[in-house]
């Protein structure tokens, strides 16, 4: 089944505690992405990445970090989490490096920073 | 910069009734993409549509449509005879070729029996 994966799906840590949010794609996609979901503000793009060891920022980059080694993966890390960081992060995938495509969004991870 | 509004937070409607949902959205560009979005209670976010700038034909599928106007910056969704399955947060959003994406704060329908 295509599809974009997301782990953890629930996440409580505490302050300063690194952690790694994984995300896989087994669709061949060039394009990835990673968002926070907030109440009342949307989907705010962190980073995303239009091939392998291409990525950039999106708007809210501050306290995260990317890497794209492969194709299929593109783990989000905190390395020095804080309570402003909790909330509910997806990734996304689509086809090409030309973000218009559609993406396709993981099942979302709800992270809380104690 | 760019920029996506979504005026309504919240709207309730009796099924069956139709519902538009407002996008406006600001660019410099002359090249972009605009986009509708659903997430249902579930959670997950779900593709409804794109649109590019230079395609201004109003599309319709289904019970679904939309109206793209760049004269008013607008990418407006119209939900005909809506459905308790509608109830969703519906979030529009634009991009740029090689550029991130912006999504709009979200309308929230809730759709009555």
């Known amino acids: 089944e295509a599809q974009v994966t997301q782990n953890p799906r629930y996440l409580i840590t505490v302050t300063g505690k690194k952690l790694t949010v994984t995300c896989s794609q087994n669709?061949?996609?060039?394009?990835m992405s990673w968002y926070r979901q907030d109440p009342g503000l949307g989907l705010r793009q962190i980073y995303y990445?239009?091939?392998?060891?291409?990525?950039d920022k999106g708007d809210v980059p501050e306290g995260y970090k990317v890497s794209r080694k492969e194709k299929r993966n593109f783990p989000l890390i905190l390395e020095s989490p804080s309570p402003n960081q909790t909330s509910l992060y997806f990734c996304a995938s689509s086809l090409t490096g030309f973000n218009y495509n559609e993406q396709f969004f993981g099942p979302g991870t709800r992270l809380t920073v104690l | 910069a760019q920029k996506v509004t979504q005026a309504q937070t919240e709207i309730s409607v009796v099924e069956k009734e139709d519902v538009t949902l407002d996008c406006v959205y600001e660019t410099r560009d002359t090249t972009y993409y605009l986009f509708w979005y659903k997430q249902p209670p579930s959670g997950e976010l779900v593709f409804l549509i794109r649109?590019?700038?230079?395609?201004?034909q109003n599309e319709i599928s289904g019970r679904y449509s939309w109206n793209f106007q760049k004269s008013t910056s607008s990418f407006n969704f119209t939900i005909t005879a809506s459905q308790v399955v509608d109830s969703a947060v519906y979030f529009c959003?634009?991009?740029?070729?090689?550029?991130?994406?912006?999504f709009g704060p979200g309308t929230r329908l809730s759709v009555l029996p």
């Open positions: 990445s239009m091939n392998v060891e291409v990525t």
């Open positions: 959003a634009l991009t740029k070729v090689g550029q991130n994406f912006v």
């Open positions: 649109r590019n700038s230079f395609d201004e």
């Open positions: 669709m061949n996609h060039e394009y």
